[in-house]
T-cell receptor, first 114, second 115 residues
Framework: AQSVTQLDSQVPVFEEAPVELRCNYSSSVSVYLFWYVQYPNQGLQLLLKYLSGSTLVESINGFEAEFNKSQTSFHLRKPSVHISDTAEYFCAVSGRSGNTPLVFGKGTRLSVIA | GAVVSQHPSRVICKSGTSVKIECRSLDFQATTMFWYRQFPKQSLMLMATSNEGSKATYEQGVEKDKFLINHASLTLSTLTVTSAHPEDSSFYIC???????????FGNGTRLTVT
C-alpha cells in the first residue's frame, strides 16, 4: 500500500515570489508520482507526473517537481507565482503494476497574494 | 485524448431519496473505474473500485449497501447513493485508466447536496 504526506495544508505567498509545495510518499513497491491542481468548484487537472527517466519533470505553466528516491519526496516548485496559481494542489502516488488506484495527499492550499 | 464524462455535475436531492451518478469513458474501454469522495477542503478518499462484470471492491468504512456501484459495461459505471442524508453531501469523482498504469483520467465530479 502507498501513502502520501503533504506537510503544508496552506501556503500563502506573494505574487512573483518562488514557492515549494512539499510531498513525501511511502511505498514498498516502485511508484508513479503525480501532482494535480484543483480550482474552486472544479475537478482535478493533471499538472505533471513522474513515470521514469529524468527525475525532474516540468509542466507547461512553469511548475516543476523533482523525484528524490532516497528522500521519498516529490516536491513541487515554481520560481515565480501568479495570482492565477491560487488553487488546491494534490500530490498522488500509485503502484506501477496492475490496475491500482491513485492515493492522494491531503492537499495544499496555495494562496497567491497581490 | 481519452475523456471521462461524469453526470450530473450538480444534484440537489431531499433526504431519504436516492441519487445515481454516471461515469462514462467516452473513447476507450475501462474494465476498472475508481470512485472517490471529497469533503469540503479535504482530500480525495477512495471509496471503491468498480470492476466490469463483477462486484465492486469497497474501501474500509464505506457502506456498500448505501453506495451501490454497478459497472455493467466497459464504458459505464454508476454510483447510486441510496436513502441519502445530509452527511452524504459531498463531491464525488470517478476515474478510469485508458491503457498503461499511469494514464488515469478523471471525470469533472458531481456535487451532491442533500437537503
Amino acid at each position: 500500500a502507498q501513502s502520501v504526506t503533504q506537510l503544508d495544508s496552506q501556503v500563502p505567498v506573494f505574487e512573483e515570489a518562488p514557492v515549494e509545495l512539499r510531498c513525501n510518499y511511502s511505498s514498498s513497491v516502485s511508484v508513479y508520482l503525480f501532482w494535480y491542481v484543483q480550482y474552486p468548484n472544479q475537478g482535478l487537472q493533471l499538472l505533471l507526473k513522474y513515470l521514469s527517466g529524468s527525475t525532474l519533470v516540468e509542466s507547461i505553466n512553469g511548475f516543476e517537481a523533482e523525484f528524490n528516491k532516497s528522500q521519498t519526496s516529490f516536491h513541487l516548485r515554481k520560481p515565480s507565482v501568479h495570482i492565477s496559481d491560487t488553487a488546491e494542489y494534490f500530490c498522488a502516488v500509485s503502484g506501477r503494476s496492475g490496475n491500482t488506484p491513485l492515493v492522494f495527499g491531503k492537499g495544499t492550499r496555495l494562496s497567491v497574494i497581490a | 485524448g481519452a475523456v471521462v464524462s461524469q453526470h450530473p455535475s450538480r444534484v440537489i436531492c431531499k433526504s431519504g431519496t436516492s441519487v445515481k451518478i454516471e461515469c462514462r469513458s467516452l473513447d476507450f474501454q475501462a474494465t476498472t473505474m475508481f470512485w472517490y469522495r471529497q469533503f469540503p477542503k479535504q482530500s480525495l478518499m477512495l471509496m471503491a473500485t468498480s470492476n466490469e462484470g463483477s462486484k465492486a471492491t469497497y474501501e474500509q468504512g464505506v457502506e456498500k449497501d448505501k453506495f451501490l456501484i454497478n459497472h455493467a459495461s466497459l464504458t459505464l459505471s454508476t454510483l447510486t447513493v441510496t436513502s441519502a442524508h445530509p452527511e452524504d453531501s459531498s463531491f464525488y469523482i470517478c476515474s478510469a485508466r485508458s491503457g498503461s498504469p499511469e494514464t488515469l483520467h478523471f471525470g469533472n465530479g458531481t456535487r451532491l447536496t442533500v437537503t
